[in-house]
T-cell receptor
Framework: EPEVTQTPSHQVTQMGQEVILRCVPISNHLYFYWYRQILGQKVEFLVSFYNNEISEKSEIFDDQFSVERPDGSNFTLKIRSTKLEDSAMYFC???????????????FGPGTRLTVL | AQSVAQPEDQVNVAEGNPLTVKCTYSVSGNPYLFWYVQYPNRGLQFLLKYITGDNLVKGSYGFEAEFNKSQTSFHLKKPSALVSDSALYFCAVSFKAAGNKLTFGGGTRVLVKP
């Protein structure tokens, strides 16, 4: 069964450094998402992406964040200058977009744990 | 603003007993409701969703959920729990099945004891 994959599984970085989190969505999916979960807190929406542009973003997704689908298969989240409070588990999700299907929903990757020191 | 509440941080149940995980929501309009499960070191796995129609939704692994509009609830149920059902369960709400963000509850940890 196709899966969403994410790399790396764990990223440790120094405060102020740039990080890029990578995701490979399911191949025939059209909608892409990033969420994050700070330890002990809720899963929070960051951004959705469709047709090569951001369709919605949350207040968390400020100018330090950007997303890109550089080559038609990868979907990346970049944090330009990491802060301590960016430490969290980051989940990528993708969705096919077939409204006629009862199983059409967001499928999540295993996550990347980002630790900012 | 839409919000989801899972009032129990943890639910303990004996194997073979019924399992219920509670979820209530607060949205304007007609919500789409979802349940996801998270096993250790794994991503969120889709269990089931309600869009419209029959209030009782059947999903993966023998789970079902009942949409109750008057009580704004969407409780997850399983008639006979297995030890392997021990995991973290998340309720989520969205306004559209297509394209819109998921707003998650805080999660409920289920522990099924042999």
């Amino acid at each position: 069964e196709p899966e969403v994959t994410q790399t790396p599984s764990h990223q440790v970085t120094q405060m102020g450094q740039e990080v890029i989190l990578r995701c490979v969505p399911i191949s025939n999916h059209l909608y892409f998402y990033w969420y994050r979960q700070i330890l002990g807190q809720k899963v929070e929406f960051l951004v959705s992406f469709y047709n090569n542009e951001i369709s919605e973003k949350s207040e968390i997704f400020d100018d330090q964040f950007s997303v890109e689908r550089p080559d038609g298969s990868n979907f990346t989240l970049k944090i330009r200058s990491t802060k301590l409070e960016d430490s969290a588990m980051y989940f990528c999700a993708s969705r096919k977009g077939d409204l006629s299907s009862h199983t059409d929903t967001q499928y999540f990757g295993p996550g990347t744990r980002l630790t900012v020191l | 603003a839409q919000s989801v509440a899972q009032p129990e941080d943890q639910v303990n149940v004996a194997e073979g007993n019924p399992l219920t995980v509670k979820c209530t929501y607060s949205v304007s309009g007609n919500p789409y409701l979802f349940w996801y499960v998270q096993y250790p070191n794994r991503g969120l796995q889709f269990l089931l969703k309600y869009i419209t129609g029959d209030n009782l939704v059947k999903g993966s692994y023998g789970f079902e959920a009942e949409f109750n509009k008057s009580q704004t609830s969407f409780h997850l149920k399983k008639p006979s729990a297995l030890v392997s059902d021990s995991a973290l369960y998340f309720c989520a709400v969205s306004f559209k099945a297509a394209g819109n963000k998921l707003t998650f509850g805080g999660g409920t940890r289920v522990l099924v004891k042999p």
